[in-house]
Every structure is written in structure tokens, then in C-alpha cells.
């Protein structure tokens, strides 16, 4: 940079730049300046500016853990891993084996449901099978027909028979939930404990601090089924994490208060599906049969996940999302309350089948990865099999509505009250279904009969009889072409699969959505597929990984890029598992941590920016052993974990938790491994130094051990503290020569985050900063806004003391306008006042008064003086 006067040269700056080790972002490093006048040249020392650099300060070996052990004895049946991989995929896993049993339970881990046989081919034929299988004439000699009736046998006996066809079976599942409790940032832990059976299921939180014991405690009994759809949300926007679950086909929530856990409350307007509690039909929240050689026999209906929690209308708020098939209905957050829902046409699918902002306006899309094979035999196949499933699903929904009605009579026992919408759906459900006179029948008699318990059996009997004749054909006809689909799956000639991504952006105020389509590489995993920013533009990427490689297509906004793919360090894809993003060595990026199976290491794939990663053992977090076997039923089983990515000391960098339990259910824990915490982060000034031997210094501190930076828990719709992790400022020195320094330490305290559209979002910064002079005490107390989010930043009064901490002088701003002629946000302050001090004694007051024009320039100051 050069300063010219008069055409001569009178200032040259000379400004150096590198790049950060760790960052590769560029930075400032030397000011070089000289020049001349008329009295010849001039020199000046060069500054030279120094950063922070952490790279290879890496040491996850720091662990820390709650024991979660509370061992049952009670005979229940377990999930097979192989096959829950292929069938189930949300809100936990269910049996699938009727040789699947363990003795024990780990009731601090575990919650125990009825869940119905899933092979319902078992249950009603297996008795028949078994009675023919020992009759040769029944047989005929046939002997392929003689072993399918053993095996249907076998498993008829193995769920136990008769009992366990008509009410279900015991099993032990598993609902590990990372959430943040108390709004303090740091991840906790809740699972879902008791047994289904004496309605003791309930929530349990476990409040995580590294160093410090856990504070468990447990939240009111909930109706929680084997398909009951549940997830954890910030239901009011507190910071704190909550509990939202279905119950009768409406959504309720239980909140998190910190430390414990409300009542439950209900959400009257907002509608879901009813969790099928009827023990004879096996019916989970979600399904999709995936044919492999040891998976050849669907349990029920394919059916994806339909219900959503996001933010929709970009407040920050989440908001409720059902989608019923055909349409999605969203239900938007008032913080205590939902409105009415706003009904949009669209489909969703099972693939990423996610809500998530993909556009950056901060509001949420709907997502889905779209696969079409051109095999046209098998896509009629599939065509057909998922109209069998739509019909599937609405026959038992029906059912479900009339059986609803039928399971409060007689109300004079039950204490029911019974809509008379739901008792005339019940009563023509039953003429539709060729039940005429039992209609008239009850009609004649209505819903507030005293009827006996053999009027309320029989009225039972007949609904499931109308069930059981609706799904037969249906059944018959789905077994049918899931035949003919595994048997192109056995042969290998599924044909050659495309993909895309569709992206359905919603307007709530004309009720419309728009679709755009992208197409994607043909390398993808669609059962292993995200998104993530990997490549740190604020756009989400989409990444699917594909045996031992990852694969990863960068979103352009208006396309994606052809693949980029990264060899991962495993002989076999499936020892690949517990994909995570996080941020490891600092560099702002997205890196890659999974589990190896084959090395028994929870590796790091450090992001190159790219879409590429590449294998860092030293930013691993080292070994991990599990035990695994599979017996000689061919049942697999192994010890159940869930390894996921949390920042648990606030620093901005991944630490691991690993939440464990045992094969035998012996023992439980909650790991957490974890770097030591930085106090910088990278790229920080850390010194400016001269020629001359003058240096100045800067210190940091993390904010979250920062005392009163951050008033954790607070939180409270749309003001909450500020829990992004940060570095502060608290000292800097000035060493001037001949031995004068000159030190100021910093502290401050509240800082805030007021949540909204994104108009109004922002950090409404610190409630106060202290500066503090060492040398001599004397300190300065800045106070700010934070009661209006356009004053964020904005010093309300600034104090300032003596080392008797008297006050020498005060300013206080006030009566600020907001012009605002161009629709742009413009503060100025009205009144300025300005009180001078002698040790504490008020000397002289100023205060002046300032006016503005319409586009906010000043046209007059008024200053009055007094004492």
C-alpha cells in the first residue's frame, strides 16, 4: 500500500499473509511500513503477529463413565442383529427369531414390551402344520412340503405356542437417547426403563458433567409401546430437551425441567397414527423387508417413517410434521401450543426420508432419495406390492378406530365416554363388512348399554373376523409377489439402479410446496446414505457409503458434482459401522468417525475440504472391543452399543460416547472418551511483537469455564444463554521495555442468544464486560442491551472505578429511535448522559439530547450541564 503526496511516495505498508497449519484459512502475519519527507527517509519496526496452533494436540485418552447395571432375571426375546439390520430401523429393534431369548435384563438400559409374533404365518397355521407334519398321509411323502411344516411347526412352538400368538411375547428393547437435559450444551444421556406389562415404563434422565458424578432421575409413567413413534425435541424452545411421544392418535410431551420431569401434557389438535396395540397383528411404527439369503420372509407391510420434528417456518421453533401417505400436515409451534395444521400434497419415502433445511433459508425441507431400477418386471412387482401394503395399512386402521370404541364398552365399567362420530364409524364399519344386524343390534341398543362381557367378547370376535377376511386375499397376494421379488433378488438380476434427490420446499401461506429433482451418482448405498457439510460452504452434501468407500456428491445449489470417493480402512464394507460428522482437529470442517469392526478402532477420517477424507490414526480415538458370535441356530448375537459424537467440555472439538451393554446383560455403561479441553481455538492472535523489543499478549479462556460467562438453564422462548462453544479474552500484556508492562484483565458475564426468524436471530452478546487495570485496580463495568435484539452490542452505561471501587465516571445511553428508512436496521441513541466523579462524590452532570431526520442523521444536540 502506498500514500503518495504531490505524486511523491510519503508511506509504504507492506502487508505479509499465511495460512493457518490447521485451517489452511489466511491470516495476517507482518506490517512492514517506511517512508520519507522533506527531513529524509523514515524507519519503523515491523510488526510481527503470531497465532495460535494446536495441530497434533490430540489425546482422547481421557475416559470417563456411569455404570448402568441393574441385572433381572426374566426370559425375553432379543433382537438378531443380522435380520433387525434389514427390517427395522427407528425407535429401536424387535425379535425377529423364535430361538432369540436371554434370561436377562438390564433394567437400567432396557424397557420390557409385549410385541406380537412377527411371523403370523407361524401363528396361524402352525398348530396344523404341526399335527400334519406327524401324519405321513397328510403329507403325501413329499418331503420339501414335510420340511416347511416342520419349520412352521418349530416356530410355532419356539414363540410359545397358542399364548404367545394371541398376546404377544415379552421382549427387552433398548432407547438410548443423547439429549441435553439441563440447556447447558453438554450432551446427556436418557433411556426408556420398566415393563409394559404393570405400565411401569417410564423415562430416566442422566445428567452428564466430566469429573462429576451423573444426576439421575426418572420421569411419570408413559404409555409406551412395542410400536409407539417417540423422539426427543425442544418441544418450547428452552434450550432444555423434551420428550414427544403418540398416545390415542395424539401427540403428547413430557418436559425436561433441568433436573426433572413434568406431568404428561397432550396436544389435543395434533393427530397420528395410533400405535396397533392388538397382540394378533404385527404392526411396527416403521418396516422395510430388504431380501438377503438369511432374510427371505417379510413380517408385515413396508411402511416409512411418517412423523417429523422441525422447523418449518424458520422461528427456531420446531414444528410438528405428519405425513399421512399423500399429504404432510404441519403443525406449527407457539412454544405451549400447535396450530391447526396446514395441509400439503406430497409422498414420503424410506430412503434419507428426513426433514432438514437443504436450501439455507433456515427453514426445514422435506428430503428423500429416489431409487428407480430398470428392471421392469420388478418394478411392477414393487408397484403392486406397495398398493397391497397402502390397502395393508388402511384395513388395520380401520380396525384399529372400531376396536378403540369396542375396548370402552361397557362405559358404566369402563368409565368411558364414547364420541358418537367414533360409535357411528363402529357401526358402519360393520354393515360395510357384511354385519348389518349386529349393527342394527347395537345401534338399536347404543353406546352407553350396559352390556355383559360375552356381548363385548363376541362384538370382538366379529372385528376380527372382518380383519381377518380383508387381509387374507391381501396377505395370500403380497406373499405371492414378495416370492416372485426374492427370487429376482436369489438370482442377481435386479437391474441397474439410478438415483436422485428430491428436495420439496414448503410455502405455508398459500398451502403449496415445489419439487426439484437431482440426480446423483449411481454409487450409492441408499440403506447407508446422509447428509453432511463436508466441505464447510454451509450447504449440505450428500454422502453414502458403498462397501469400503466413502462416496460423497458436493451440493451446488442447482446440482450436485459427479462423486468423489475416499478408500476407508476395512477389508469387508459391513465391520463398517456408527457413521458420524464432527468437527476433530479444529480446522472448521466436517470430519469422519466410524467403528471398525476389523481393527477394533473407533477411527478419524480428517476432511480434506473436498468431499474427500483421509485416515488419521492420530486423531483416533482408539480401540474399542465387542463381543460377537453367531450360533448354531444362526441366530447372531453380541454385545448391543451406540457410539455417537458429542462435544462434551465445549471447546469445539468431537469428543466419543459410547453408550454399552453387555451380551449377557450382565453389565452396562456409558463411556465417554475425551480430548483436553483447548483454551484457544485456532488462528487466535497470541502475540504482536516489534524489532524494538516491545511484545504485546493476549490470553484466552474457554468460555464454559469462564465463571458467570454463561447462565446455563435459563433459557426461556426466544431468549436463551448462548452455549456455542467460544474463547474469551482474559488479559492482555503490554510489555513496553525497560521493564513497564502493562497488564488488563477481562471478564464477563450472561451472554445471550435471542431465537427467531432470521430478521431477528442473533447473539445478543454479553450483560457485561470488566476491565480491569493490574497495575493500578482501576476497572471499567460495560453494561449492554439485551432487551431488544436491535440493540445487541450496544453499551447501555459504561462505569468506571478507582482501586476503592468509587465511581470517577459514569455514561448512560437512552431513548434510542429506530428510522429504518430503507427497511434497513439503524439504532441511534437519544439521550447521552455523562456524570463525572471525585472518588465516588458526583461532580458534573452532562446530558445531551440528540434529534435525527428521517433517514437518521443528526439535526440537532442539546447538551445541558449542571452539578
Same mark, same amino acid.
Not at 475416559?63 to 426375546?77: C, G, R
Given at each position: 500500500?502506498?500514500?503518495?503526496?504531490?505524486?511523491?511516495?510519503?508511506?509504504?505498508?507492506?502487508?505479509?499473509?499465511?495460512?493457518?497449519?490447521?485451517?489452511?484459512?489466511?491470516?495476517?502475519?507482518?506490517?512492514?511500513?517506511?517512508?520519507?519527507?522533506?527531513?529524509? &527517509?523514515?524507519?519503523?519496526?515491523?510488526?510481527?503477529?503470531? =497465532?495460535?496452533?494446536?495441530?497434533?494436540?490430540?489425546?482422547?485418552?481421557?475416559?470417563?463413565? %456411569?455404570?448402568?447395571?441393574?441385572?433381572?432375571?426374566?426370559?425375553?426375546?432379543?433382537?438378531?442383529?443380522?435380520?433387525?439390520?434389514?427390517?427395522?430401523?427407528?425407535?429401536?429393534?424387535? +425379535?425377529?427369531?423364535?430361538?432369540?431369548?436371554?434370561?436377562?435384563?438390564?433394567?437400567?438400559?432396557?424397557?420390557?414390551? /409385549?410385541?406380537?409374533?412377527?411371523?403370523?404365518?407361524?401363528?396361524?397355521?402352525?398348530?396344523?402344520?404341526?399335527?400334519?407334519?406327524?401324519?405321513?398321509?397328510? !403329507?403325501?411323502?413329499?418331503?420339501?412340503?414335510?420340511?416347511?411344516?416342520?419349520?412352521?411347526?418349530?416356530?410355532?412352538?419356539?414363540?410359545?405356542?397358542?399364548?404367545?400368538?394371541?398376546?404377544?411375547?415379552?421382549?427387552?428393547?433398548?432407547?438410548?437417547?443423547?439429549?441435553?437435559?439441563?440447556?447447558?450444551?453438554?450432551?446427556?444421556?436418557?433411556?426408556?426403563?420398566?415393563?409394559?406389562?404393570?405400565?411401569?415404563?417410564?423415562?430416566?434422565?442422566?445428567?452428564?458433567?466430566?469429573?462429576?458424578?451423573?444426576?439421575?432421575?426418572?420421569?411419570?409413567?408413559?404409555? #409406551?409401546? =412395542?410400536?409407539?413413534?417417540?423422539?426427543?425435541?425442544?418441544?418450547?424452545?428452552?434450550?432444555?430437551?423434551?420428550?414427544?411421544?403418540?398416545?390415542?392418535? /395424539?401427540? !403428547?410431551?413430557?418436559?425436561?425441567?433441568?433436573?426433572?420431569?413434568?406431568?404428561?401434557?397432550?396436544?389435543?389438535?395434533?393427530?397420528?397414527?395410533?400405535?396397533?396395540?392388538?397382540?394378533?397383528?404385527?404392526?411396527?411404527?416403521?418396516?422395510?423387508?430388504?431380501?438377503?439369503?438369511?432374510?427371505?420372509?417379510?413380517?408385515?407391510?413396508?411402511?416409512?417413517?411418517?412423523?417429523?420434528?422441525?422447523?418449518?417456518?424458520?422461528?427456531?421453533?420446531?414444528?410438528?410434521?405428519?405425513?399421512?401417505?399423500?399429504?404432510?400436515?404441519?403443525?406449527?409451534?407457539?412454544?405451549?401450543?400447535?396450530?391447526?395444521?396446514?395441509?400439503?400434497?406430497?409422498?414420503?419415502?424410506?430412503?434419507?426420508?428426513?426433514?432438514?433445511?437443504?436450501?439455507?433459508?433456515?427453514?426445514?425441507?422435506?428430503?428423500?432419495?429416489?431409487?428407480?431400477?430398470?428392471?421392469?418386471?420388478?418394478?411392477?412387482?414393487?408397484?403392486?406390492?406397495?398398493?397391497?401394503?397402502?390397502?395393508?395399512?388402511?384395513?388395520?386402521?380401520?380396525?384399529?378406530?372400531?376396536?378403540?370404541?369396542?375396548?370402552?364398552?361397557?362405559?358404566?365399567?369402563?368409565?368411558?365416554? @364414547?364420541?358418537?362420530?367414533?360409535?357411528?364409524?363402529?357401526?358402519?364399519?360393520?354393515?360395510?363388512?357384511? =354385519?348389518?344386524?349386529?349393527?342394527?343390534?347395537?345401534?338399536?341398543?347404543?353406546?352407553?348399554?350396559?352390556?355383559?362381557?360375552?356381548?363385548?367378547?363376541?362384538?370382538?370376535?366379529?372385528?376380527?373376523?372382518?380383519?381377518?377376511?380383508? #387381509?387374507?386375499?391381501?396377505?395370500?397376494?403380497?406373499?405371492?409377489?414378495?416370492?416372485?421379488?426374492?427370487? @429376482?433378488?436369489?438370482?442377481?438380476?435386479?437391474?441397474?439402479?439410478?438415483?436422485?434427490?428430491?428436495?420439496?420446499?414448503?410455502?405455508?401461506?398459500?398451502?403449496?410446496?415445489?419439487?426439484?429433482?437431482? &440426480?446423483?451418482?449411481?454409487?450409492?448405498?441408499?440403506?447407508?446414505?446422509?447428509?453432511?457439510?463436508?466441505?464447510?460452504?454451509?450447504?449440505?452434501?450428500?454422502?453414502?457409503?458403498?462397501?469400503?468407500?466413502?462416496?460423497?456428491? #458436493?451440493?451446488?445449489?442447482?446440482?450436485?458434482?459427479? +462423486?468423489?470417493?475416499?478408500?476407508?480402512?476395512?477389508?469387508?464394507?459391513?465391520?463398517?459401522?456408527?457413521?458420524?460428522?464432527?468437527?476433530?482437529?479444529?480446522?472448521?470442517?466436517?470430519?469422519?468417525?466410524?467403528?471398525? /469392526?476389523?481393527?477394533?478402532?473407533?477411527?478419524?477420517?480428517?476432511?480434506?475440504?473436498?468431499?474427500?477424507?483421509?485416515?488419521?490414526?492420530?486423531?483416533?480415538?482408539?480401540?474399542?472391543?465387542?463381543?460377537?458370535?453367531?450360533?448354531?441356530?444362526?441366530?447372531?448375537?453380541?454385545?448391543?452399543?451406540?457410539?455417537?459424537?458429542?462435544?462434551?467440555?465445549?471447546?469445539?472439538?468431537?469428543?466419543?460416547?459410547?453408550?454399552?451393554? &453387555?451380551?449377557?446383560?450382565?453389565?452396562?455403561? @456409558?463411556?465417554?472418551?475425551?480430548?483436553?479441553?483447548?483454551?484457544?481455538?485456532?488462528?487466535?492472535?497470541?502475540?504482536?511483537?516489534?524489532?524494538?523489543?516491545?511484545?504485546? %499478549?493476549?490470553?484466552?479462556?474457554?468460555?464454559?469455564?469462564?465463571?458467570?460467562?454463561?447462565?446455563?438453564?435459563?433459557?426461556?422462548?426466544?431468549?436463551? +444463554?448462548?452455549?456455542?462453544?467460544?474463547?474469551?479474552?482474559?488479559?492482555?500484556?503490554?510489555?513496553?521495555?525497560?521493564?513497564?508492562?502493562?497488564?488488563?484483565?477481562?471478564?464477563?458475564?450472561?451472554?445471550?442468544? @435471542?431465537?427467531?426468524?432470521?430478521?431477528?436471530?442473533?447473539?445478543?452478546?454479553?450483560? &457485561?464486560?470488566?476491565?480491569?487495570?493490574?497495575?493500578?485496580?482501576?476497572?471499567?463495568?460495560?453494561?449492554?442491551?439485551?432487551?431488544?435484539?436491535?440493540?445487541?452490542?450496544?453499551?447501555?452505561?459504561?462505569?468506571?472505578?478507582?482501586?476503592?471501587?468509587?465511581?470517577?465516571?459514569?455514561?448512560?445511553?437512552?431513548?434510542?429511535?429506530?428510522?429504518? +428508512?430503507?427497511?434497513?436496521? #439503524?439504532?441511534?441513541?437519544?439521550?447521552?448522559?455523562?456524570?463525572?466523579?471525585?472518588?465516588?462524590?458526583?461532580?458534573?452532570?452532562?446530558?445531551?439530547?440528540?434529534?435525527?431526520?428521517?433517514?437518521?442523521?443528526?439535526?440537532?444536540?442539546?447538551?445541558?450541564?449542571?452539578?
Amino acid at each position: 500500500i502506498e500514500i503518495r503526496v504531490g505524486g511523491n511516495v510519503l508511506r509504504t505498508y507492506d502487508l505479509d499473509y499465511s495460512y493457518g497449519p490447521v485451517t489452511g484459512r489466511s491470516i495476517f502475519r507482518k506490517l512492514k511500513q517506511n517512508g520519507s519527507n522533506t527531513f529524509g &527517509s523514515e524507519n519503523f519496526a515491523d510488526l510481527d503477529f503470531n =497465532y495460535t496452533n494446536h495441530s497434533g494436540s490430540f489425546s482422547p485418552g481421557h475416559l470417563d463413565y %456411569q455404570n448402568l447395571s441393574n441385572t433381572a432375571n426374566l426370559n425375553v426375546f432379543i433382537p438378531d442383529i443380522a435380520t433387525d439390520v434389514m427390517n427395522f430401523r427407528f425407535n429401536g429393534n424387535f +425379535p425377529y427369531h423364535p430361538s432369540a431369548l436371554d434370561s436377562n435384563i438390564d433394567t437400567s438400559l432396557q424397557y420390557v414390551v /409385549k410385541v406380537p409374533v412377527p411371523d403370523r404365518d407361524a401363528c396361524n397355521w402352525g398348530q396344523a402344520c404341526c399335527i400334519c407334519a406327524a401324519l405321513s398321509f397328510c !403329507w403325501g411323502g413329499d418331503s420339501q412340503f414335510h420340511d416347511y411344516l416342520i419349520a412352521t411347526c418349530w416356530g410355532f412352538l419356539g414363540w410359545g405356542g397358542p399364548g404367545a400368538c394371541d398376546n404377544g411375547v415379552d421382549s427387552a428393547l433398548t432407547a438410548w437417547i443423547p439429549v441435553d437435559l439441563n440447556g447447558d450444551g453438554i450432551s446427556d444421556f436418557a433411556t426408556l426403563n420398566g415393563n409394559e406389562a404393570d405400565g411401569s415404563i417410564h423415562l430416566v434422565g442422566h445428567i452428564q458433567k466430566i469429573g462429576q458424578s451423573a444426576i439421575t432421575f426418572n420421569g411419570p409413567n408413559i404409555p #409406551i409401546h =412395542y410400536n409407539t413413534f417417540y423422539q426427543a425435541v425442544d418441544l418450547n424452545g428452552d434450550g432444555r430437551v423434551d420428550f414427544a411421544y403418540e398416545n390415542g392418535g /395424539k401427540l !403428547w410431551g413430557v418436559y425436561s425441567n433441568g433436573g426433572s420431569f413434568s406431568a404428561p401434557v397432550q396436544f389435543t389438535n395434533v393427530s397420528l397414527l395410533s400405535a396397533n396395540r392388538d397382540m394378533k397383528v404385527f404392526s411396527p411404527y416403521e418396516y422395510r423387508f430388504r431380501y438377503s439369503s438369511s432374510n427371505t420372509k417379510p413380517f408385515a407391510s413396508d411402511r416409512p417413517t411418517a412423523d417429523f420434528f422441525a422447523d418449518v417456518n424458520g422461528d427456531e421453533l420446531v414444528d410438528f410434521i405428519h405425513n399421512n401417505g399423500g399429504s404432510f400436515s404441519i403443525y406449527i409451534n407457539r412454544e405451549a401450543y400447535f396450530d391447526s395444521p396446514i395441509v400439503i400434497s406430497g409422498t414420503n419415502d424410506f430412503f434419507l426420508n428426513t426433514m432438514i433445511d437443504m436450501t439455507g433459508d433456515g427453514k426445514a425441507d422435506y428430503v428423500r432419495l429416489i431409487r428407480t431400477i430398470d428392471n421392469s418386471t420388478l418394478n411392477a412387482l414393487q408397484n403392486q406390492k406397495a398398493a397391497l401394503d397402502t390397502l395393508m395399512a388402511q384395513y388395520q386402521a380401520e380396525h384399529a378406530r372400531a376396536k378403540a370404541v369396542v375396548d370402552q364398552m361397557p362405559t358404566a365399567t369402563t368409565n368411558a365416554t @364414547i364420541d358418537d362420530v367414533e360409535y357411528q364409524n363402529l357401526l358402519d364399519y360393520l354393515t360395510v363388512n357384511g =354385519y348389518g344386524m349386529v349393527s342394527v343390534l347395537f345401534e338399536a341398543d347404543g353406546k352407553d348399554f350396559d352390556y355383559d362381557s360375552t356381548q363385548v367378547a363376541s362384538l370382538q370376535a366379529v372385528l376380527e373376523d372382518i380383519l381377518s377376511a380383508r #387381509i387374507n386375499s391381501i396377505g395370500q397376494q403380497s406373499q405371492a409377489i414378495n416370492t416372485q421379488i426374492g427370487m @429376482i433378488y436369489a438370482q442377481g438380476n435386479i437391474g441397474q439402479a439410478t438415483y436422485a434427490l428430491q428436495i420439496r420446499t414448503f410455502n405455508l401461506n398459500n398451502a403449496t410446496s415445489q419439487v426439484r429433482t437431482f &440426480s446423483l451418482t449411481n454409487q450409492v448405498d441408499e440403506e447407508r446414505s446422509t447428509l453432511s457439510d463436508v466441505n464447510g460452504d454451509g450447504m449440505l452434501d450428500f454422502v453414502s457409503f458403498v462397501g469400503t468407500q466413502s462416496i460423497v456428491c #458436493i451440493f451446488m445449489g442447482n446440482g450436485f458434482s459427479n +462423486p468423489i470417493a475416499t478408500n476407508l480402512n476395512a477389508g469387508n464394507g459391513k465391520n463398517l459401522l456408527d457413521f458420524n460428522f464432527g468437527e476433530v482437529n479444529g480446522d472448521g470442517l466436517s470430519d469422519l468417525v466410524l467403528f471398525n /469392526k476389523e481393527n477394533h478402532t473407533i477411527e478419524t477420517y480428517l476432511s480434506r475440504g473436498d468431499g474427500s477424507f483421509y485416515y488419521s490414526p492420530g486423531f483416533s480415538f482408539g480401540g474399542f472391543s465387542t463381543q460377537e458370535y453367531t450360533e448354531s441356530n444362526g441366530i447372531e448375537r453380541s454385545d448391543t452399543y451406540q457410539i455417537s459424537l458429542q462435544d462434551m467440555n465445549l471447546d469445539g472439538i468431537s469428543d466419543v460416547s459410547i453408550a454399552f451393554l &453387555s451380551l449377557d446383560k450382565t453389565w452396562g455403561r @456409558i463411556y465417554y472418551r475425551y480430548n483436553n479441553p483447548r483454551n484457544s481455538g485456532e488462528d487466535q492472535l497470541l502475540n504482536v511483537s516489534n524489532g524494538a523489543g516491545q511484545t504485546s %499478549q493476549v490470553q484466552y479462556q474457554l468460555k464454559n469455564s469462564h465463571p458467570g460467562a454463561v447462565n446455563a438453564g435459563t433459557g426461556n422462548y426466544p431468549d436463551v +444463554p448462548s452455549m456455542t462453544p467460544s474463547f474469551l479474552v482474559t488479559q492482555t500484556r503490554q510489555d513496553l521495555s525497560n521493564g513497564i508492562v502493562h497488564t488488563t484483565n477481562y471478564s464477563y458475564t450472561n451472554e445471550r442468544y @435471542i431465537q427467531g426468524t432470521r430478521t431477528i436471530s442473533r447473539s445478543l452478546g454479553f450483560a &457485561s464486560i470488566r476491565e480491569t487495570d493490574v497495575n493500578t485496580n482501576f476497572y471499567k463495568i460495560t453494561d449492554y442491551f439485551q432487551n431488544d435484539y436491535r440493540l445487541a452490542g450496544v453499551p447501555q452505561s459504561t462505569r468506571n472505578y478507582n482501586a476503592s471501587n468509587n465511581l470517577t465516571g459514569s455514561t448512560t445511553q437512552s431513548g434510542f429511535s429506530f428510522p429504518n +428508512p430503507f427497511g434497513t436496521e #439503524i439504532a441511534v441513541v437519544g439521550v447521552v448522559t455523562t456524570n463525572d466523579y471525585r472518588n465516588g462524590t458526583l461532580v458534573e452532570t452532562s446530558i445531551q439530547n440528540l434529534t435525527y431526520d428521517f433517514y437518521g442523521f443528526t439535526t440537532s444536540v442539546i447538551e445541558s450541564l449542571g452539578s
